[in-house]
């Protein structure tokens, strides 16, 4: 697994608004306190099926939530 992408600020809100599966859905209250985003990505060369793990963090740094969503 490897980290594909770090947003801040509106970008990271408009990824974690977007719905699946181009993105990963969050409801609106998440999407309000996400500062920064994480877009996580299974490697080919990983076992089991291929996955995306976006985590999303508030201003002060803490984890608000994670959804995995399937494919590549």
């Known amino acids: 697994m490897y980290l594909s992408a770090t947003m801040q600020g509106d970008d990271a809100r408009t990824l ?3 719905p699946r ?3 990963p859905g969050m409801d609106t209250d998440t999407v309000a306190r996400t500062a920064t985003l994480e877009v996580w990505c ?4 990983d076992p089991g ?8 963090f ?15």
């Not at 508030?58 to 590549?72: F, I, K, N, Q, T």
């Open 16 to 18: 974690a608004a977007r």
């Open 21 to 23: 599966p181009l993105g």
């Open 42 to 45: 299974s490697s080919i060369d």
């Open 49 to 56: 099926e291929d996955f995306c793990l976006f985590r999303a």
């Open 58 to 72: 508030d201003v002060e740094a803490r984890l608000v939530a994670a959804s995995r969503v399937s494919g590549y």
